[in-house]
T-cell receptor, first 115, second 113 residues
Framework: KQEVTQIPAALSVPEGENLVLNCSFTDSAIYNLQWFRQDPGKGLTSLLLIQSSQREQTSGRLNASLDKSSGRSTLYIAASQPGDSATYLCAVRPDRGSTLGRLYFGRGTQLTVWP | SAVISQKPSRDICQRGTSLTIQCQVDSQVTMMFWYRQQPGQSLTLIATANQGSEATYESGFVIDKFPISRPNLTFSTLTVSNMSPEDSSIYLC??????????FGPGTRLTVL
């Protein structure tokens, strides 16, 4: 069974800092990996999706990398802002298994960016 | 992309009662997923709901406890039956909509007293 771990569980930083959030997974047989943002009462918002054949994806101040063979992904947030405060979730989609399309999630990193 | 709405957004229920959660999508989709997020835990898949067939449940989840309906390609319901405090969670539905990105509804926050 796929297990996803995220480190750190919580992070509190002043505005302007560059951040790295870590995600690791136990089974490297993945189809893709997604990073989500979770805001209270607003569900999950997809930030970046990396296919298994890709090494990284970028969107604005966000950059996600994937090292499939070692079972790791990082989400880099540049020049953090208070509006970045949220819980960040990492999820992997297996490339095989009985449930097509299901995701396995980590517990998330709760990020607080203070002015 | 897909826009997903859920009702109710939150509820407080008494032990032993049941609650039905609705999930509406703004486009037709083949698969809909129901996840549970217990306090401090990761999201866990409850079941996959396909139109015209029985839902497929993950290990540890059973139809008697979490009956699901999928009457058409834009709508699904999840019922949490005979609730106990351990059922207090956020329940989310999700879909794929033409791409590999999975879209999620806003969630239903359930508290069982």
């Amino acid at each position: 069974k796929q297990e996803v771990t995220q480190i750190p569980a919580a992070l509190s930083v002043p505005e302007g800092e560059n951040l790295v959030l870590n995600c690791s997974f136990t089974d490297s047989a993945i189809y893709n990996l997604q990073w989500f943002r979770q805001d209270p009462g607003k569900g999950l918002t997809s930030l970046l999706l990396i296919q298994s054949s890709q090494r990284e994806q970028t969107s604005g101040r966000l950059n996600a990398s994937l090292d499939k063979s070692s079972g790791r992904s990082t989400l880099y947030i540049a020049a953090s802002q208070p509006g970045d405060s949220a819980t960040y979730l990492c999820a992997v989609r297996p490339d095989r298994g009985s449930t097509l399309g299901r995701l396995y999630f980590g517990r998330g990193t709760q990020l607080t960016v203070w002015p | 992309s897909a826009v997903i709405s859920q009702k109710p957004s939150r509820d407080i229920c008494q032990r032993g009662t049941s609650l039905t959660i609705q999930c509406q999508v703004d486009s037709q989709v083949t698969m809909m997923f129901w996840y549970r997020q217990q306090p401090g835990q990761s999201l866990t898949l409850i079941a996959t709901a396909n139109q015209g067939s029985e839902a497929t449940y993950e290990s540890g989840f059973v139809i008697d406890k979490f009956p699901i309906s999928r009457p058409n390609l834009t709508f699904s319901t999840l019922t949490v039956s005979n609730m106990s405090p351990e059922d207090s969670s956020i329940y989310l539905c999700s879909v794929y909509a033409g791409t590999d990105t999975q879209y999620f509804g806003p969630g239903t926050r359930l508290t069982v007293l």
